[in-house]
């Protein structure tokens, strides 16, 4: 559109951002970025109430699924429940998407505080 003042056009050209960033993400990291994000999303339903809160997942690579938890006893459940939640996952992302989950705690000034 043309501004009737000026002649010139306002956007000057400019794209709109939404949409593209997310493609060349994807571009950058070959698909991987979907990947992760469908079980960032799924995490929710594939682990229980519990752990909701307590765990999130970081990154995926390789088949290897890096999930931060809020304390050792977390992880020393979470470790517990892996077999489940990789079955859980797959029915997400497929067989082989998550091959391993490896549980780190959150560094301690990272860790949300408890009210």
């Not at 682990?47 to 999130?56: A, I, P």
């Not at 690579?61 to 020393?76: F, P, Q, R």
């Not at 990789?86 to 949300?112: C, F, M, N, T, Y």
């Amino acid at each position: 559109m043309v501004d009737p003042w000026t002649g010139k056009n306002p956007d000057r050209g400019l794209n709109p951002l939404d949409g593209t960033l997310e493609s060349v993400l994807e571009r950058l990291t070959d698909g991987k970025l979907a990947t992760f994000e469908v079980a960032r999303a799924a995490w929710n339903e594939v682990v229980s109430e519990t752990w909701r809160e307590r765990s999130q997942p970081v990154r995926l690579e390789n088949g290897v699924l890096t999930v931060e938890v809020s304390d050792g006893g977390a992880a020393s459940r979470l470790r517990l429940e892996q077999g489940k939640i990789k079955a859980a996952l797959e029915q997400h992302l497929g067989r082989g998407a998550v091959a391993q989950i490896r549980l780190r705690v959150r560094p301690r000034s990272d860790r949300r505080s408890s009210p």
